[in-house]
């Protein structure tokens, strides 16, 4: 019994996982083609149904049911998304704090903060200031450095001088030593044996 129907089960399971695959390709596409379509969800039930044209003749309540709730879970999610974007981002306070400079900035008859209406002209007045105290302190920073690198250049150089001022005369001593070794050495090689008895 089981052996005449483990071929149809077979079929069945190949058949079922070919139909499930064409589901999920056929959803993606209608998603693509629903959300690159039109801005921003404007409903258009017509393109849905067309991607789904066997389901919307046999059932178009229920196809036009799918695609609201399609919508309505899509624009959710959406707004989901932008509510987190602004609440990481700070936004609602950003955008306060603008409104309030905003108007604050009609009661001032002085020059607006971009008076010549020209981003680079207008921001040097302020930053052209702020980098030039940058650079003077940069430059003192750099004379200090400069002076101390020079302090501990002349120690180090002192220092070499106090080490190399007594290598000749460790130089000379040695070699003394050396020559008195060598010539007692040789005057040893040199005694006769006879020499030694009377010693002894």
């Known amino acids: 019994m089981f052996g005449s129907s483990a071929p149809c089960i077979r079929?069945?399971?190949?058949?079922?996982?070919?139909?499930?695959?064409?589901?999920?390709?056929?959803?993606?596409?209608?998603?693509?083609?629903?959300?690159?379509?039109?801005?921003?969800?404007?409903p258009r039930c017509h393109l849905f149904s067309k991607c789904y044209s066997c389901l919307y003749k046999a059932h178009p309540e229920f196809t036009k049911c799918v695609y609201n709730q399609f919508i309505s879970h899509l624009q959710n999610s959406v707004q989901e998304e932008v509510q987190a974007l602004k609440e990481e981002g700070n936004l609602p306070v950003l955008l306060k704090s603008l409104d309030k400079l905003e108007r604050e900035a009609k009661d001032k008859e002085g020059p607006a903060w971009r008076p010549t209406g020209i981003p680079e002209e207008d921001v040097r007045g302020a930053v052209v200031p702020y980098l030039l105290k940058q650079r003077k302190s940069l430059q003192k920073s750099l004379r200090e450095k400069q002076e101390r690198n020079s302090q501990l250049a002349a120690t180090v150089l002192a220092g070499r001088?106090?080490?190399?001022?007594?290598?000749?005369?460790?130089?000379?001593?040695?070699?003394?030593?050396?020559?008195?070794l060598l010539a007692l050495l040789s005057g040893n090689r040199c005694r006769r044996p006879e020499e030694d008895g009377d010693l002894g």
């Open 161 to 180: 001088q106090r080490i190399a001022e007594p290598l000749p005369l460790t130089q000379r001593l040695f070699w003394q030593w050396a020559y008195s």
């Open 11 to 42: 079929w069945l399971s190949a058949a079922h996982k070919k139909l499930r695959s064409l589901f999920l390709k056929r959803n993606i596409l209608c998603f693509i083609n629903l959300i690159g379509s039109f801005p921003f969800f404007v």
